[in-house]
């Protein structure tokens, strides 16, 4: 008796993006069958039976199909809004004189911690809704405008309702170690021990988050309260990633390293001990081109080293109110290549395959693949090389997130 699935996409041209490869593992005249929410094949139309039964099948014209979008690194779950701060540095205020004044950082979290659970999930939706509309399925969040027990809950908790009420999967981060709160009065070491001893631990206790993330930088967090705040979560079986040498050199990288982080982020000043050490640990980098844009910095992230060492790069959108307003992953992939000079292959691979690996999920989804969710972009393009190459137009034709 012929095999029965639930939904076929034939007559597609798949870009697969399996591992261990520098192109895209296209495949010209593609198939993809489903069962159960699962991809069950994914590969050439001609090797798969003729007589397969399906509930559903789906002509694609020859679209492109490619796995649904990874974005590994977001800050989308906040309060407020910081465009008048924009209006005041473009007449010329400095980000020093916007804090000194009540903005910055701290606005977002006054604004976060005056929010309702509520009000945090429809302030995030058009945000996610904007990824989703690029053909996101898989979307991390991070808390980190709360900086007390309550409001990062809160903040983590909206951010799982999101995955309650859109068809996407929701990752989680716990960032307490973002920014001191007001109330600490500049005592750094106090408020790690906060994170440490309470906060993490409720976070932990209530599963609210899937992974810890930390600033390193001379605006946040030393070396030695980052470890301190990593091996917390340790104990608490929690896997980590740092916002690492953003700013300055302070070792962010082998850091992260050492303590086998997923990934570490930004990297625009990271040196060649920190990639070798990566790449050593199998810490992903995580590149955030809307945040180098939009600061206007001008020192790259070692891309050149990554590839020498072998270290897998994702790319993401570090969608934030203050350094990254942007809810593009399209965008994203075309800065990838124009200001760090990414590949095609690589700007495509940081938003899948990458992507899902700095997640730690490559095994669920980040490709197509036998085994894995059926998430699925399909675009009205006539080669992958589009999705990278134009800026501002969106050729999505269709996205399916778990064979939906
Ligand atoms: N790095 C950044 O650039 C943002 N957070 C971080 O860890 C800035 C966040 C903000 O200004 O709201
Ligand atoms: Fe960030």
Known sequence: MAERFDRIWHNARLATMRDGRVDLGEIEQGLIAARDGRIVYAGAQSDFPVDADAAERIDCAGRWITPGLVDCHTHLVYGG???????????????????????????????????????????????????????????????????????????????????????????????????????????????????CNQMLP??????????????????????????????????????????????????????????????????????????????????????????????????????????????????????????SPLTSLLLAMNMGATLFRMTVAECLAGVTREGARALGVLAETGTLEAGKWCDLAIWDIERPAELVYRIGFNPLHSRVWRAQ
């Open 202 to 323: 409720a976070v932990a206790k209530a599963g609210l988050a899937d992974a810890v993330d930390g600033f390193m930088e001379g605006i946040a967090f030393s070396g030695e309260q980052t470890a301190r705040v990593f091996e917390a979560a340790r104990a608490l079986g929690l896997p980590v990633k740092l916002h690492a040498d953003q700013l300055s050199n302070l070792g962010g990288a082998t850091l992260a390293a050492k303590f086998s982080a997923l990934s570490a982020d930004h990297l625009e000043h990271t040196d060649e001990s920190g990639a070798v050490a990566m790449a050593k640990a199998g810490t992903s980098a995580v590149l955030l081109p809307g945040a180098f844009y939009f600061i206007r910095e001008t020192q790259k992230p070692p891309v050149e080293l990554f590839r020498k060492h072998g270290v897998h790069m994702a790319l993401a959108t570090d969608c934030n109110p203050g350094s």
């Open 81 to 195: 809004n910081r465009a008048h701060e924009f209006e005041l540095r473009l007449k010329g205020a400095s980000y020093e004189e916007i804090a000194r004044a009540g903005g910055g950082i701290v606005s977002t979290v006054a604004a976060t911690r005056k929010a309702t659970e509520g009000e945090l999930v429809a302030g995030a939706l058009p945000r996610l809704d904007a990824l989703i509309a690029e053909g996101a399925t898989t979307v991390e969040i991070k808390s980190g405008y709360g900086l007390d027990a309550e409001t990062e809950m809160r903040q983590l908790a909206a951010a799982r309702s999101l995955g309650r009420v859109r068809q996407v999967a929701i990752r989680t981060s716990f960032l307490g170690a973002h920014a001191l709160p007001p109330e600490s009065d500049g005592d750094k070491d106090r408020y790690i021990d906060l994170i």
